[in-house]
């Protein structure tokens, strides 16, 4: 997803969630994102629009826990699928069917 493609989102949030060290890419505007620490800490910083860019386990789970608050949370993914590393498919299945159950609209992207 380029930057031009985050903006027509209309998100009110970015949230960076790319590892255990957060890593932030080389996007213009990245310096309004927000970390996942932050997102955690602050939750008042995020608005009812969010996209969390890292699909691993934390950025799913902040996605989630935000649509529960009737938030709409996109995940943006560099790899194939969310949850793809560190063997995460039990986990993933997990999520899904929590979803699915709370009539959640987590959408994956």
């Known amino acids: 997803m380029t930057a031009d493609e985050i903006k027509a989102c209309g998100a009110d ?11 932030m890419p ?7 994102a927000i970390t996942a620490l932050d997102a955690i800490n602050h939750p008042e910083k995020l608005g009812d629009t969010i996209i969390v860019a890292g699909g691993g386990l934390v950025g799913c789970e902040i996605a989630y826990d935000e649509t529960l608050k009737g938030k709409k949370a996109t995940v943006i993914e560099a790899l194939p699928d969310i949850m793809a590393a560190g ?15 709370d009539n959640s609209p987590l959408t994956p992207q």
């Open 87 to 101: 063997g995460a498919a039990n986990i993933l299945k997990a999520v899904a069917e929590g979803c699915a159950a």
């Open 26 to 32: 080389p996007i213009p505007g990245i310096d309004k």
């Open 13 to 23: 949030a970015v949230v960076i969630v790319t590892g255990s060290v957060t890593s």
